[in-house]
């Protein structure tokens, strides 16, 4: 069974910090690239980040690099997101996504084609 589950997401006020963790089974962990998007409603999934499986190559959203930082565990099959200093506009349903032999470049295309993704956890800052 291919799956990924998220988890971690929540409430908070403005200026706090959340640690999303999503699990993956029956994915090929080691060889994909992993990522994290978000969609708020009535926008577009965008691309959060992304992570290579070597953990050598990462990609952010430019306006998000400064707060949130994406991590793997392989032996764990584990892909995290801290994020901090959350603000109103990171308000989203955030999921994890699985694109196995993909690439870094393609990060914000996989928003729309990547392979495998979990149902999604909810993020609510407040102001």
């Known amino acids: 069974e291919l799956r990924l589950k998220e988890s971690g997401g929540g409430s908070v006020q403005a200026g706090g910090s959340l640690r999303l963790s999503c699990t993956a089974s029956?994915?090929?962990?080691?060889?994909?690239?992993m990522g994290w998007f978000r969609q708020a409603p009535g926008k577009e999934r965008e691309a959060v980040s992304c992570?290579?499986?070597?953990?050598?190559?990462?990609y952010y959203a430019d306006s998000l690099k400064d707060r949130f930082n994406v991590s793997r565990d392989d032996a764990e099959n584990t892909l995290y997101l801290q994020m901090n200093t959350l603000k109103p506009e990171d308000t989203a349903m955030y999921y994890c996504?699985?694109?196995?032999?993909?690439?870094?470049?393609?990060?914000?295309?996989?928003?729309?084609?990547?392979?495998?993704w979990g149902q999604g956890t909810q993020v609510t800052v407040s102001s």
């Open positions: 996504a699985a694109a196995p032999g993909g690439s870094i470049r393609n990060c914000r295309e996989y928003a729309s084609a990547a392979n495998y």
């Open positions: 992570i290579r499986w070597s953990e050598t190559d990462t």
């Open positions: 029956g994915v090929p962990f080691e060889t994909s690239v």
